[in-house]
């Protein structure tokens, strides 16, 4: 069997395996710990408490302005390495095809020119946000392990999908397949690690603006 | 064939045979433009040629369909081809030569006898070693030995087909009689692969030039000669720009397919096969498979008929089959969870618990 | 100290500061009772907190104590490093796997006595970065639960463990040269105005915060005149009269709930239908949001604030105001009532109401900075040098809004202020909103 094959098949079979085990594990173990009541009065009521927080869950992402001119930098940067991976992942004609072997489903694609494009100014983004990482007081003290990790599978996963894109360093089909392997890297870490927020991030944020809204506090 | 005119050179052979010295000028620069050298080598190749004796060449096939030499013969208009017949003395094939029998097998023993160590050895199929070998036996010889035999005193030997190079059909699942490609069997000469379904005429006969001149050619990692394998037909495709800039056609008559866009939906695997499709192309240049709208099939790469899932299937598609194991998973993983969660409650309330214990102690004291 | 302190993981590089240690426990047995105090909060909410954080860093931006001393150390998320590491080691999804590889160590003894500079000296627990983060985790929550573990471990501070441990068994944080009773009647001869004191039965239930009975007793007296003014029964009970909680500011559940359980009986007791809180933030919370849960059941009566009160009393036409001269005022939003009680027009109703010309603080709102006396800050000495270091940009806050006059509706605020004027020869005094009232009713 060859590796792009390799890749292709049991390598990614294995992955989506890990990844919908662990996720379902981490999740549901996350979810069923107990449940702590909450008793106060809410300030009006659960209904509007928790339309107010479902608000919240879409609201939080973008920054109060108080906070902006702190946190402007990082935060622009959070969201365009996010955007240009969004559009990489779910733009690029091959990708959507991949998508539509395994679920059936497609949609229109970009031209691969500017998928490429964007594809390099996001690696150029990961890389200042690995240089910030570093170079941040704060976020050198926080990160650990998995933020390097999780920073590291992302970034191969660009990489190597530039690689095959430019034919640079081997053959296209060893390219393409250390592209589909690192994919399937990142599928295999991705429950385990802060990849993880993407499940997160929603439920977190409603969570806390359910909370916030109940006692009337801003959110 | 006489003794006398495989005696001859190439030169000898050619001037006998009313070929001018322009002709055969233009075929050596053509044959270097071929095999992408270097302007000034089609001179060399000339000059090699002419004084070349004419190697003795072995031609055996196997299990194979005939169609690489249906390939080869067909297209020798406008005698490029048919001079390549002049270069070499083709001592033994059964498909062409007129002799059969006995008299054929005493042809290929005696051009074995006269040209040891120097003659070249061309296999056209793959070989069967199922039980025995009985799957293909030729004067009561299985194929295995008569390969073995003929390859003992052989100077190299070129694979022409996928089916010698890589086991191509009878290798394909199931297998059933236990064929395998010539690099399973001979591993001691040197090995050169032209792999196709079949391979592009040119292409083997630039590649027997290119050994008769100048030795064996550069080669890639399945033994394949650089010049012709060394690009995807993606790459040289003229349907690319299409790719690029994202037209493709989704089904074999909708607008794109009309309108000539790229094949990368419909299964093509341009962007995987090494071959010379895309610019040597086929039938004197008139065009290629994905020329005439259909998705190249990768037939000159390793097992092309049961990787990459279907024909049809996309270059990107994942080969899982089916979804229900990760959702299986997903299923374990959720009981798993269900588990940690309920472990994580019982030992909390263990340590709740043995809190309140001490508190009560310590009240007691 | 322990053989544990070699520890390599991010948990342990936090500067040693000094800690005070309540109880002759032993090292393991202090772990012991951080990871049972652990194991009470461990649930699903808090697990979604505990697992969401993608370390960005963010919170640092949104905490006056980073912001003053860009010390990393003092990243919100950071401070409950404990808590995560217990979590992620004893209860979370893939706790097996942090154990068996040792991917999270066991919290330390050392690590805990390291982290409570953090969790009590540098944070006022005012939520200022609950609101910045992206993933939408309720830091000051969190810390709230980890101070809980360090208090069973016998690691609050001194001043808040001792404060906390008088009130809980004599109703009152400290010692008095009177009973609170008594210095409350005196108040309100003082003042001319009379104090409703143990009712049988009362519409409402007063207390006070005994920052205002020992420092600010207008304000007291504020309280019992506007009461007087609108006719309502209302009384103070002797024996819950003080609305701070000092078992919350150490982090001691179980003390937490008996002191409020004086205030949540007395109000049983006379029927009350209204809790009021008076200008006290803590106290907000503490009463009106988390003493249901400590009572077990919901409170069969409402908890307002005094603000939020007159407010509706305002509303209903109840309450009529004067117009209350005419310079310019700013306003301090205490956090624990605007950001985390969600009481946050009612106080500018009410100077609305007095015709005041209100000029924002920079940070006003959900956003404005705590006075950094917040979370007991106050009461810990060691913690003064930082604390007026985090506070000054509110006080040039306070200084650029040209304001003449500076209102606040929080005593330990106020308190805070006051003894920033006197440390920085500050030119604004801190005045309670509840007092301007008084002097203007209509």
Redesign the interface.
Known sequence: M?L??FA??PA??VA??????????????????????????P?DGYFKAFMLGLL??GS??W??K??IK??GY??AL?YAYHIGLFIVILFF???V??I????GVSWP?????IVTIIAVLTFTLLLAVLFRRLA?????????F??YFSWFVTTLVIVTGLMATA?FGA???TL?AWHILSFDLLLIWYP?G?L??AF??F???????Y??AR????? | MTTAIREQTVGEVLSANGVSRRTFIKFCVSTASFLALAPGMGQVIAKQLLKTKRPSVIYLSFQECTGCLESLTRSYTPSVENMIFNMISLDYDDTLMAAAGKQSEEARDAAIKENYGKYLVVVDGAVPLGNGGVYNTQGGKSAVQILRDTAKGAAAIVCVGTCSSYGGLPYANPNPTGAVPVSDIITDKPLINVPGCPPIPAVITSTLVQYVTLGVPALDAHHRPLAFYGNTIHDRCYRRPYFDVGKFAKTFDDEGARNGWCLYELGCKGPTTYNACATVKWNEGTSFPIESGHPCLGCSEPSFWDRNGSFYAPLAAGLIGSLAPAGEAAGVGAAVGIGAAALSRLRSRARTQSRAAEKTASKED | MSAQSVNTTTAGRVRAMPADLQGDLSNRARVERAMQSFALEYGSLTAFRLESCIHCGICADACHYYIATEDPQYTPILKVEPFKQAYKRESGPYAVFFKLFGLKRRVSADELENWQHLLYDSCNMCGRCSLICPMGINISELIEQTRHAMFDAGLAPAELYAKAKHQQHSGQPEASKEPYRDMLLAIGRQYKVEIPMDKDQAEVMLCVPRTDIEHYPKSVAALARVMQHLGVSCTFRSDGLVAENYGYYAGGREWQRKISMRLINEALACHAKTLIVPECGHAYTALRWEAAELYGKPLPFRVRHVTEYLAGQLQTGRLKLRKAGNGAVTFHDPCQLVRKGGVMDAPRQLMQALGLDLHELENNKAFSFCCGGGGGVLDIQRAAPLRYRAMESKLREVDDSGAQTFLTSCSDCRATFDDAKAHFNWEQTPHSLLELVADNLG
């Open positions: 060859e792009l094959e292709r098949g990614l079979k989506l395996v890990v990844f919908c085990f662990g996720v379902l594990w981490r999740l549901v173990g996350t979810v069923l710990l107990r449940y702590h009541r909450h008793l106060s009065e300030r919240v869950g939080r992402s920054p109060h108080q906070y702190r946190t990082g935060e959070g004609a091959p990708h095809l991949f539509k072997s395994l679920f694609t970009l031209p691969s020119g941040h007081r704060v976020l050198r003290r926080l990160s650990n998995d933020d034919h053959r296209y089909e393409l385990f802060k993880m927020h997160y991030i439920p977190s944020r409603i969570i806390n603006g909370f916030l006692k009337g506090a801003p959110s």
